[in-house]
């Protein structure tokens, strides 16, 4: 289960590379937290959020995936105009979709301060 947990964020994480966030694999009902955009519960306000900042993207490296059962922990960096963040986003899975995220990063490069 553990690798096919990994898998599902993978997927996601590589629907910001491609900057299409269609194929991500977020419940509907995902609930969220991240630095930016609070807390949310729909995939459709994630989405919403995330499309802001796919323009500015210009890579997504992963560092490391821990797994243990339903939850996978990433260390990751986005690269872009803002330079390089790095993320810790610890995520649940279930059924092969993402159900929970909390991202966990330091803001400031992203709203330029």
């Not at 939850?71 to 610890?90: C, L, M, R, S, Y």
């Amino acid at each position: 289960m553990n690798e096919e947990n990994i898998a599902t964020v993978e997927k996601y994480l590589d629907a910001l590379r491609q900057k299409d966030l269609s194929p991500a694999p977020l419940d509907h009902d995902l609930k969220f937290s991240d630095p930016l955009a609070g807390e949310g519960s729909s995939a459709d306000s994630f989405r919403a959020f995330l499309s802001g900042f796919l323009p500015g993207i210009s890579g997504v490296r992963v560092i490391r995936h821990v797994a243990d059962g339903e939850h996978v922990a990433t260390h990751w960096e986005v690269n872009g105009v803002f330079g390089p963040i790095p993320i810790i986003q610890i995520f649940r899975v279930r059924d092969g979709m993402i159900t929970e995220s909390t991202a966990l990063y330091d803001p400031r490069p992203a709203i330029g301060s």
